[in-house]
């Protein structure tokens, strides 16, 4: 209940923050800004208003959580939480040009709308602009110190998505990738950012653990996507809003498919196939315990996460909240 | 002579801080950082070390030398020197993409060796790097308040890079474009750079004349981009290394090309023919007095950046070195 009020509180504060350094002019620039607005989900492809749910804006309530937690005033991280997830937004519209994904969450994606090299462009603008949220922390009256430190761990979380991205494309085109190299690519592209966000904010928080923060994020990130895989297998289509087992029929290499190709031969024959039969895949991954091997390794970083966040000292209210958000995410079936 | 002697001086120390931001590891990610160092031009693509001139490092040096004039250590502004090296860089591995070029420099481009969705991720990256070469502007002891004057400007002048880029993605598609829509154009896609390397050089070196600065690339930075337009039709091919009106065949819209078009029917027309006719857009372009207004705007812009180089102040021997580097950009054959 605290996290929903949490989040009913601070939603539109995290707009807001994020609108405010993304204006919409109307002068030659409209379309280039257009672009940003619809990807954000605040208009639509004419750039007329449009309220649509883009993203769970998890990483920036994290962010704030955290700096409440660490005994800071949450608004004073505003400009943080924001430059998050522009910066994790940034990244959306890259990756569904490298991916070639036509549509996210059910609209058509910049670049499909758009083209390309103007998607690019207006990606590299929204990094850009991700930048200069984090200037409005001393505005926030964040010390410029502090300021410095901030962007040390901002910039370097924007390299280790390159990093992880980059290790992601390369394993499309490679016969085999082990588990651990996997796990290397999704603590680069996926943990980070979140591990990011929970140390960024307890920094803003003037935490003395902010270590231990990062380490609290980086695990639930880890959890957070061994989960997104599970569900991209066995999740219910009713819920995730994608077919059940799309993650297979485009052959994507996620833990549990990679945990079963190193154990079930059959199950590599199957793969093999120019046409994949997706069901028997799904029966061989379950037979191989590749369900049960990724439940418990989401358990396993869900439980260090927790033991990460008990000593960093997160206390009060926004622990407890914290708490409550650690164990939403974990439970979510979509 | 001066700017030979400071060239020879600081290119290799402009290197120097490049690579200490851009390691090149024997792990997994080799071919991450083998594709940045390829594109500075300190590799072969198979990541054996080279030396390619890659780019006059123009930026850089224009940022150590108003430092310098403005009464500071050219030293301490190297790590912003190189961050804006870097950051050009980023944007020429976008470009590339975006405007199809299979080579660059007589090499083949990132993205035509390595594919669009590492070559955008390599793109992403060097962006990061660039901004986190900023931070060593700490260790070079430069305050930190400081610091974020220098990233506020650097942002800025990283959103209005996307700007210009934008304007000009649209121009292809577009039927006629106006010389004042070219000028803003250019005005973000190549001089806010070049006037971003200046100020930021003279803010690092304390210069209360900062804005002074800020013109002064501003103004160079025009006169520069119309000097290569000019160079595109009427250069020596001998010299610029591409064929002659090059420009042209590629109908791409530079200013000696607008004026033209708005003045002569007969242009429009030879422009409008499936096959173009080289010689006779030429002509007509000359007859149009294309040529001559063009290099009048160069000159009017170049005399624009030499009166705020004197409303600066810079002075000293760097001031007379930075007058030599005008003279140098406005003299260029190639």
Chains 1, 2 share one sequence.
């Not at 707009?15 to 620039?29: F, G, N, Q, S, T």
């Not at 994790?88 to 758009?114: C, K, M, Y």
């Amino acid at each position: 209940m605290a996290l929903q009020a949490f989040f009913k509180d601070y939603f539109p504060l995290i707009e807001a923050e994020m609108r405010a350094c993304l204006p919409l002019p109307a002068d030659a620039l409209r379309v280039y800004y257009g672009m940003l607005h619809y990807h954000m989900g605040w208009s639509d492809e004419q750039f007329a208003p449009a309220h649509i749910k883009a993203g769970k804006r998890m990483r920036p309530m994290l962010c704030l959580l955290t700096c409440q937690a660490a005994g800071g005033v949450a608004q004073r991280a505003l400009p943080a939480a924001a430059a998050i997830e522009l910066l994790h937004n940034f990244s959306l519209i890259h990756d569904d040009i490298e991916d070639n994904s036509p549509t996210r969450r059910g609209r058509a994606t910049v670049w499909t709308l758009w083209g390309v090299p103007q998607a690019i462009n207006a990606g590299d603008g929204l990094f850009a602009i991700a930048h200069q949220a984090l200037e409005r922390l001393t505005q926030a009256g964040v010390e410029a110190a502090r300021v410095l430190q901030v962007q040390v761990m901002f910039n370097r979380t924007c390299l280790e998505l390159t990093h992880g991205q980059h290790l992601d494309i390369g394993f499309e085109t490679r016969q085999s990738v082990t588990v651990a190299e996997y796990m290397t690519m999704i603590a680069n592209k996926t943990a980070a950012l979140i591990g990011a966000s929970a140390a960024i904010g307890a920094l803003v928080g003037d935490s003395e653990r902010v270590d231990d923060y990062a380490d609290f994020g980086r695990q639930l990130g880890l959890a957070f996507q061994i989960q997104d895989d599970i569900l991209g297998i066995w999740g219910d289509e009713a819920l995730t809003g994608k077919s059940a087992s799309s993650d297979l029929a485009t052959r994507k290499k996620t833990l549990p498919v990679l945990y079963g190709l190193e154990r079930s031969e059959r199950l590599r024959i199957v793969y093999a196939a120019p046409e994949m039969n997706v069901e028997a895949a799904v029966a061989l991954l379950s037979e191989a315990g590749a369900r049960e091997y990724a439940q418990a390794e989401a358990e396993r970083h869900h439980s260090l996460a927790l033991e990460a966040l008990d000593r960093s000292g997160a206390g009060g209210e926004a622990g407890a909240t914290l708490r409550e958000l650690v164990a939403s995410l974990l439970g979510r079936v979509a």
